[in-house]
């Protein structure tokens, strides 16, 4: 029976000295591949793009910061002002940053959540209550308004912005040391 070759070579008698395809040659007139091999520089590796060379010298800083040394980071190095002694600074003031950052939305949070009618008994509602009322517990009834929603939004705004204000000042002040 003569079936259809997908490109593998039929179950024939092989006989390496006649027209073998693992010679450049075909097994056509035993039903196999009609279709020659590749030369074999088709599998030779290619030599037109050779890798790069290995430089084991340091390269120079860009260009563009004359004399920068390695771990500074360029723009300190460009203005000249911040701190040279390394990251531990910027990691402070990045934490600084994030916590007035952090304690703002909380509190705008709140805010949101009451002017909207939020559910008083659900959980997440309860939880940034709570974290809002500690955060503003320094500055509860400052403001004592008929109108209870103004009343909340005066109470919890002006923390807020406070916790802005230090946390991003507070921030900049280190990265200046």
């Known amino acids: 029976m003569n079936y259809r070759n997908d490109g593998m070579p039929q ?9 073998s395809p ?4 075909s097994n056509a007139s035993q039903g196999g591949d009609t279709a020659p091999l590749p ?30 040394p390695y771990d500074v980071p360029r ?9 040279r002694k390394g990251l ?14 952090i304690a703002a939305v909380f509190l705008g949070l709140w ?6 009618d939020a559910n008083q008994a659900n959980v997440f509602v309860d939880f940034v209550h709570g ?4 955060l503003a517990g320094w500055s509860q009834d400052i403001f004592t308004m008929d ?17 802005l204000a230090v946390g991003h000042g507070a921030a900049a002040w280190v990265r200046r040391l």
């Open 11 to 19: 179950n024939a008698a092989y006989d390496p000295n006649v027209n």
């Open 22 to 25: 693992y010679r450049g040659g």
């Open 39 to 68: 030369p074999a520089e088709a599998y030779a590796p290619r030599t037109g793009n050779p890798p790069p060379p290995y430089h084991s010298e340091p390269r120079a800083p860009y260009a563009g910061v004359p004399d920068a």
């Open 75 to 83: 723009n300190r190095a460009r203005d000249g002002r911040g701190n």
């Open 88 to 101: 531990g600074a910027d990691r402070l003031a990045l934490i600084l940053h994030s916590l007035g950052d």
């Open 111 to 116: 805010i949101l959540l009451y002017l909207l």
């Open 131 to 134: 974290m809002a009322q500690w």
């Open 147 to 163: 109108t209870e929603g103004l009343r909340v939004f005066f109470n919890y705004a002006l923390p807020a912005a406070v916790y």
